[in-house]
């Protein structure tokens, strides 16, 4: 009987309850980077195998992820711009991991034990993100060849053919995503924390995967390394991001326990020593890490006694602690990432978390067989509660103006969320709403974007000494980073439109004449627009009479082909990296 025979009915019920519990997302769209990266990406709308293993969206800035880039030109191939075939594509591809994972734990525990741990792992709410949100799609990928790799590493004396293979998984896990060097370091760790063979072969071929990596990395995607300074926290020192690891660390275990607040695109950064962002955390991180080590330490205690029940608890242990762990310190800004934290990055960590777990129940709950309905119970109550959070969480990943207004709602104060959902607002036509998102967002950093938004918004109210004010802070900001900005294909002379007719309704004509001819045409000398607002402000100081023409746009400033609204200068800030 085969490994699918064997756990087949298994696999029957891990499919009908990811079906049921994630049967919302088959009526969801595109959301957030989907439209950047998939439906407005020409380069995926192609099945280009050069264009795609080399430099392109997803293989710039400090990433190489060459084969999502080439599984979303298959499926957009196949199925264009329909959302139902990549969330039933990207919810298989979660069913089947689950199921892997669940094979592997059965090396280690009872199978009620394996199913019950993969049922948390497959309605966890912390992972809708990496179900629901097509972008994040690299989960699964990565994490189903990496699994994979495990399952065959387990046995003692390894073929050549299983152990090509084992590499060539690895390799899958790798190009996926950078979290798949965590398998591979798995892979070996296993090997030898098991006493099993072949460990030197491993390393050498551990140390041909890396270099592969490199060569392909380097000198065909062209891609080396560079921080997102945009992003608050990869834009602060070592010392300051160290500052971070308590809240952030916090923040995955709460979530885990108590999955009640979940939401996207988090910006927020502790940059100083306080009670709350730093203390309190810490003292709750050192108490949690505290009781794992404790189980840890009565675990070894009771296999050196030899105790045959107790079989390998320790080293089984050890093992998945090894893979929590590190799973983490990939999520802890030692290497600035291009968001604080992100649910989705712990679909690694949370297995290890689960393994630990697995353990604890076998060596501490030997009276299942004696308390067993009990025992139903309580997992049947617990597993409820999570798969109604992540059912009820589907539904926010409908569409960008559900998604982004639920989570700004729920407190995420990122201020380039507000800014896209601001421009979702304000192209439905509701744009009080949208003024009163924009004005939060420059209340939390001013950035030349929004400024210009705030502005706009004055403008519209027909406050323009307000409106004035916005415009000239937005061009101050521009003046004191223009690289960056026109680096991204930002340029403020929009905001100079703007500006100039601002000037002209508050009867200052005079002033809009002095910045189109001292400030905007020397930059810009051949734009009309600029030249119309120049005869308009001329017109209007000599009191001609004659109607002023609106020519200033009163939507962004910085537009571009995201689909969303989202300035240029953000559109590359999601990507995601682990």
């Given at each position: 009987?085969?490994?699918?025979?064997?756990y087949?009915?298994y696999?029957?019920?891990?499919?009908l309850?990811?079906i049921?519990?994630?049967?919302?997302?088959?009526?969801?769209?595109?959301?957030?980077d989907d439209l950047t990266?998939?439906?407005?990406?020409?380069?995926?709308?192609?099945?280009?195998l050069?264009?795609?293993?080399?430099s392109n969206d997803?293989?710039?800035?400090p990433?190489?992820?060459?084969?999502?880039?080439?599984?979303?030109?298959i499926?957009?191939?196949?199925?264009g711009?329909?959302?139902?075939?990549?969330?039933?594509?990207?919810l298989l591809l979660?069913?089947?991991?689950?199921?892997l994972?669940?094979?592997?734990?059965?090396?280690?525990?009872?199978?009620?034990?394996?199913?019950f741990?993969?049922l948390?792992?497959?309605?966890?709410p912390?992972?809708?993100e990496?179900?629901a949100?097509?972008?994040?799609?690299q989960?699964?990928?990565y994490?189903i060849p990496g699994?994979?790799a495990l399952?065959?590493?387990?046995?003692?004396h390894?073929s050549?053919?299983?152990?090509?293979?084992?590499?060539?998984?690895l390799?899958?896990?790798i190009?996926?995503?950078?979290?798949?060097?965590?398998?591979?370091?798995l892979?070996i760790?296993?090997r030898f924390?098991?006493?099993l063979?072949?460990?030197k072969?491993f390393?050498?071929?551990?140390?041909?995967?890396?270099?592969?990596?490199?060569?392909?990395?380097?000198?065909y995607?062209g891609?080396?390394?560079?921080v997102?300074?945009?992003?608050?926290?990869?834009?602060l020192s070592l010392?300051?991001r160290?500052?971070?690891?308590?809240?952030?660390l916090?923040?995955?275990i709460?979530?885990?326990?108590?999955?009640?607040?979940?939401?996207?695109?988090?910006?927020?950064?502790?940059?100083?020593?306080s009670l709350?962002?730093?203390?309190?955390?810490?003292?709750?991180?050192?108490?949690?890490?505290?009781?794992?080590?404790?189980?840890?330490?009565?675990?070894?205690?009771?296999?050196r006694?030899?105790?045959?029940?107790?079989?390998?608890?320790?080293?089984?242990?050890?093992f998945?602690?090894?893979?929590?762990?590190?799973g983490?310190?990939?999520l802890?800004?030692?290497?600035?990432?291009?968001?604080?934290?992100a649910?989705?990055w712990?679909?690694?960590?949370i297995?290890g978390?689960l393994?630990?777990?697995?353990?604890s129940?076998?060596?501490?709950?030997?009276?299942?067989k004696?308390?067993?309905?009990q025992?139903?119970?309580?997992a049947s109550?617990?597993?409820?509660?999570?798969?109604?959070?992540?059912?009820?969480?589907?539904?926010?990943?409908?569409?960008?103006?559900?998604?982004?207004?639920?989570d700004?709602r729920?407190?995420?104060?990122n201020?380039?969320?507000?800014e896209?959902?601001?421009q979702?607002l304000?192209?439905?036509?509701?744009?009080?709403?949208?003024?009163?998102?924009?004005?939060?967002s420059?209340?939390?950093?001013q950035?030349?974007?929004n400024m210009t938004e705030v502005?706009?918004?004055?403008?519209?109210?027909?406050?323009?000494?307000?409106?004035?004010?916005a415009?000239?802070?937005a061009?101050?900001?521009?003046s004191l980073?223009?690289k960056v900005?026109l680096?991204?294909?930002?340029?403020?002379?929009?905001?100079?439109?703007n500006?100039?007719?601002?000037?002209i309704l508050?009867?200052?004509?005079?002033e809009?004449?002095?910045?189109i001819n001292?400030?905007?045409?020397?930059?810009?000398?051949?734009?009309?627009?600029?030249k119309?607002l120049?005869n308009?402000?001329?017109?209007?100081?000599?009191?001609?009479?004659?109607?002023i023409?609106?020519?200033?746009?009163?939507?962004?400033?910085?537009?571009?082909q995201?689909?969303i609204?989202?300035?240029?200068?953000f559109?590359?800030?999601?990507?995601p990296?682990?």
């Amino acid at each position: 009987m085969n490994i699918l025979e064997k756990y087949e009915k298994y696999l029957y019920l891990i499919f009908l309850i990811g079906i049921v519990i994630y049967f919302p997302i088959f009526f969801n769209g595109f959301v957030w980077d989907d439209l950047t990266f998939v439906i407005n990406n020409s380069q995926v709308h192609q099945l280009n195998l050069p264009l795609l293993l080399g430099s392109n969206d997803f293989n710039s800035g400090p990433f190489y992820r060459p084969l999502p880039a080439v599984y979303f030109s298959i499926v957009y191939s196949l199925f264009g711009k329909a959302a139902f075939f990549y969330h039933l594509l990207q919810l298989l591809l979660h069913i089947v991991g689950t199921f892997l994972l669940f094979i592997f734990f059965c090396t280690f525990f009872e199978e009620y034990i394996a199913f019950f741990l993969c049922l948390i792992f497959l309605v966890h709410p912390i992972n809708v993100e990496s179900v629901a949100y097509i972008g994040s799609t690299q989960s699964e990928l990565y994490f189903i060849p990496g699994i994979s790799a495990l399952l065959l590493a387990q046995k003692k004396h390894l073929s050549n053919r299983r152990f090509y293979s084992i590499f060539f998984f690895l390799l899958i896990s790798i190009f996926t995503k950078e979290v798949g060097f965590l398998f591979l370091f798995l892979t070996i760790f296993y090997r030898f924390i098991f006493k099993l063979s072949d460990i030197k072969r491993f390393l050498i071929f551990t140390g041909l995967s890396i270099i592969i990596y490199i060569l392909m990395r380097v000198f065909y995607g062209g891609v080396t390394y560079s921080v997102i300074t945009f992003v608050p926290i990869a834009s602060l020192s070592l010392y300051q991001r160290l500052l971070n690891i308590p809240a952030i660390l916090i923040y995955y275990i709460k979530t885990f326990i108590f999955p009640t607040q979940l939401m996207i695109w988090q910006f927020w950064a502790v940059k100083m020593v306080s009670l709350n962002s730093f203390f309190f955390p810490l003292i709750l991180d050192l108490l949690i890490f505290g009781f794992m080590l404790v189980i840890g330490f009565f675990l070894l205690q009771r296999q050196r006694k030899g105790n045959k029940h107790d079989k390998q608890y320790f080293t089984i242990y050890l093992f998945f602690f090894i893979w929590f762990i590190i799973g983490l310190g990939m999520l802890l800004q030692i290497v600035p990432l291009d968001m604080t934290v992100a649910d989705r990055w712990f679909y690694f960590p949370i297995a290890g978390l689960l393994g630990m777990v697995g353990v604890s129940f076998t060596a501490w709950l030997p009276t299942f067989k004696t308390h067993k309905k009990q025992y139903i119970l309580i997992a049947s109550i617990l597993l409820l509660l999570l798969a109604t959070r992540t059912f009820i969480r589907t539904f926010d990943y409908k569409d960008n103006p559900t998604l982004l207004g639920h989570d700004i709602r729920e407190g995420n104060n990122n201020p380039n969320m507000m800014e896209v959902y601001e421009q979702v607002l304000w192209n439905a036509n509701k744009k009080s709403e949208a003024c009163n998102i924009i004005k939060r967002s420059a209340a939390i950093t001013q950035d030349a974007w929004n400024m210009t938004e705030v502005g706009n918004c004055y403008q519209m109210n027909q406050q323009y000494d307000e409106a004035i004010t916005a415009y000239k802070r937005a061009l101050q900001i521009f003046s004191l980073s223009p690289k960056v900005y026109l680096s991204l294909n930002d340029t403020p002379n929009t905001i100079y439109y703007n500006l100039a007719q601002a000037l002209i309704l508050a009867d200052r004509p005079q002033e809009a004449i002095d910045l189109i001819n001292n400030q905007a045409l020397p930059k810009y000398p051949g734009d009309t627009v600029l030249k119309q607002l120049l005869n308009n402000a001329e017109s209007e100081a000599n009191e001609d009479n004659s109607l002023i023409q609106n020519v200033a746009p009163s939507t962004s400033s910085f537009q571009n082909q995201s689909g969303i609204g989202v300035p240029s200068s953000f559109q590359q800030t999601s990507v995601p990296m682990l």
